[in-house]
């Protein structure tokens, strides 16, 4: 069961920054040429949270289902923030500017805590 958790928790996450990145285009007004350029914010996105949020215990099934730990994903993805910058800068070979780090941090922020906050809901109620 804790495995079938993981399993969801992970797929769930990457289900959220798909989402993110779609919005982050759409909200550019760019998502229908964006294509293929939409990984340059995609994968960034799932290697900086998969090498920060291992260490908050994110997916730890126990945690995950409690309302008091969802600060751990939420802090996981502000930590992250950065790294994300860096990763797709470095990809890019451009420069990142702060705000977009503080922008896309803070909106894959809010969209982990939702989609965890809905996680628990569903696990409480199968307990």
């Keep these: 069961m804790n495995n079938k958790r993981r399993l969801i928790l992970i797929c769930g996450d990457v289900v959220v ?3 993110v990145t779609l919005f982050g285009f759409s909200s550019h007004q760019a998502l229908g040429t964006a294509g293929a350029r939409m990984l340059t914010t995609f994968i960034p996105l799932v ?3 998969g090498l920060i949020s291992p260490f908050l215990g994110v997916y730890d099934p126990l945690r995950a289902a409690d309302w008091r730990q969802l600060w751990r994903p939420f802090w996981a993805m502000v930590l992250a923030g950065p790294m994300v910058g860096w ?3 470095v990809w890019l070979g451009q420069v990142i500017l702060p705000i977009f780090v503080v922008v896309l941090g803070g909106v894959s922020a809010l969209a982990i ?3 965890r906050a809905a996680f628990c809901v569903v696990a409480s109620r199968m307990k």
Excluded: P, Q, S
């Design 113 to 115: 805590l939702a989609w």
């Design 17 to 19: 920054f798909g989402l």
């Design 47 to 49: 290697v900086g949270w």
């Design 87 to 89: 990763l797709r800068g």
